[in-house]
Every structure is written in C-alpha cells, then in structure tokens.
C-alpha cells in the first residue's frame, strides 16, 4: 500500500520514523515481538512499533506502524495495522 493511501496520522508517523523522533509516546521505538507470527519471522529486536494516533480515542488506540531493520531510522519494510495486530499491510517504499 502506498504511504499516501493511509490515514494522515499514519503518514505523520512514519515521518518521524525516519527523522528518528521525537515521538508522542513513551513506548514508540519499543521492540515488537511479532508474537501473532504474522510478519516475516526475522530475529528478536529486529522489529519496532510506533502509535499511530486515533483521533477522538482517549489512549494509544489500536493503530500501529511496525517497521524493521538494523538501523530503526532507516527501516527495511515497515506494515500497517488498524487493528492492533490481527492483520497488517506492508508499506511501499
């Protein structure tokens, strides 16, 4: 899916994604453990999380950037999910 095609909020995140920060959320950067085995299977930290804010929710709400690679500024692939990990969709470069 193309970046442009997400949610606004989504394409905001991924730009500090790559600028590396500052992020809304304590827990934005943290390692995702990829615990639904819905991504390609790659190696513990390979993978981060960053919130992609909800409009009108009064948390963290269920959207979400994952993003993988070596160097969390410069991610490998990242994917999408609007449902707090139940499916993603990869991102287009």
Known sequence: MALAALPLEAQQTAVLIRRGGPFPYAKDGSVFGNRERLLPQRRRGYYREYTVPTPQARDR?????????????????????????????????
């Open 61 to 93: 709400g269920a959207r979400r950037i994952i993003c993988g690679g070596a160097r969390p500024a410069e991610p490998v692939a990242c994917y999408y999910t609007a449902d707090h990990y139940a499916s993603f969709t990869r991102i287009a470069p």
